[in-house]
């Protein structure tokens, strides 16, 4: 069964940078990109970016690619997405989920971690 | 980036009745390597993640309804819930990956 299990709220000032992580389990974790996708209340889900953990190659929107940074500890199967220089149109939850490819769909998401940011 | 635009933003349906969300793509998602309809469509329940409908714009993953299903042409795409079931209330975003990932912006369909 695969399962993405995901790290706790975080609430963070303006300008500080959060680090998420996103465990997996139940399948081969080297073999599938893990996508990041974060949806803000009212507004579709945006794609961040993936990473493959076998290569470690990473692929970044455009909008976040300066400030976004995508690693995975393949020795525990875990996915990190680190996000500097955050502000309040970060807030969001944000989502990892298995992607069947490099540029697919995700056929398996976790739950998701909300992220604030505020003063 | 290629824009979705998604049609209607929501709609309330009877219970049995059948729904249709359009999805709209700004240039193709058709790969002319392998012919195929980059798109696929999600469910999003309150509180949930999101759940994978459809890929290559018709293809159901194991264990969807089949009472789910789409249709194709060119840059126009719909979706089609036929039979609604109180279950089926949520969010339904389409997304290509044709190009990088891309979203519309949800259709959420509610129960009348």
């Known amino acids: 069964q695969v399962r993405l299990e995901q790290s706790g709220p975080q609430v963070k000032e303006p300008g500080a940078s959060v680090k998420l992580s996103c465990q997996t389990s139940?399948?081969?974790?080297?073999?599938?990109?893990i996508y990041w996708v974060r949806r803000a209340p009212g507004q579709g889900p945006e794609w961040l970016g993936w990473?493959?953990?076998?290569?470690?190659?990473?692929l970044y929107a455009d909008a976040q690619r300066d400030r976004l940074a995508l690693t995975t500890d393949t020795s525990t199967s875990t996915s990190f997405m680190e996000l500097r220089g955050l502000t309040s149109a970060d807030s969001a939850r944000y989502y990892c989920?298995?992607?069947?490819?490099?540029?697919?769909?995700?056929?398996?998401w976790g739950p998701g971690t909300q992220v604030t940011v505020s003063s | 980036d290629i824009v979705m635009t998604q049609s209607p933003d929501s709609l309330a349906v009877s219970l049995g009745d059948q729904v249709t969300v359009n999805c709209k793509s700004s240039s193709t998602v058709v790969s002319t390597a392998n012919n195929k309809i980059h798109l696929a469509w999600y469910q999003v329940k309150e509180g949930q993640p999101p759940k994978l409908l459809l890929y290559w714009a018709t293809d159901r993953p194991f264990g969807v309804p089949d009472r789910f299903s789409a249709t194709a042409s060119g840059t126009d795409f719909t979706l089609t819930i036929s039979r609604l079931e109180a279950e089926d209330a949520a969010l339904y975003y389409c997304q290509q990956y044709y190009g990088t990932p891309t979203f519309g912006q949800g259709t959420k369909v509610e129960i009348k």
């Open positions: 989920a298995r992607g069947a490819g490099a540029n697919f769909w995700c056929d398996n």
């Open positions: 139940g399948y081969n974790f080297l073999k599938w990109p």
């Open positions: 990473i493959v953990p076998e290569t470690g190659v990473a």
